[in-house]
């Protein structure tokens, strides 16, 4: 079974910095894309960044590109999201996910097959 565990929450002031890892219990995780996802309280899930396997192909939404950075670790087994000039619309749980056999980036929550628990992230103005 595919385990995801985030950790790198916490509580900032806006303009401030955060940096997420996802920690995934998979021996082939190099070979599915991964993705960062978000949901506020009375808000639908969304996308927030989605990495490729091999080659590390990016897609953020516009509401974090330029301020967001998703990276990854295939030795390591690791997945991050560098989160910059964070803002109060910011604030929500934030979740890992890894896809069941694609390899391409996507912001499609249907996509994804295994997900984390979740890490919460508050910015305060």
């Known amino acids: 079974e595919v385990q995801l565990v985030e950790s790198g929450g916490g509580s900032v002031q806006s303009g401030g910095s955060l940096r997420l890892s996802c920690a995934v219990s998979?021996?082939?995780?190099?070979?599915?894309?991964m993705g960062w996802f978000r949901q506020a309280p009375g808000k639908e899930r969304e996308g927030v960044a989605s990495?490729?396997?091999?080659?590390?192909?990016?897609i953020y939404a516009a509401s974090v590109k330029g301020r967001f950075t998703i990276s990854r670790d295939n030795g390591e087994n690791t997945l991050y999201l560098q989160m910059n000039a964070l803002k109060p619309d910011d604030t929500a749980m934030y979740y890992c996910a890894s896809t069941r056999g694609n390899s391409y980036p996507s912001l499609n929550g249907a996509d994804f097959a295994y997900w984390g628990q979740g890490t919460q992230v508050t910015v305060s103005s």
């Open positions: 998979r021996y082939t995780y190099s070979r599915y894309s």
């Open positions: 990495i490729s396997s091999y080659y590390a192909a990016t």
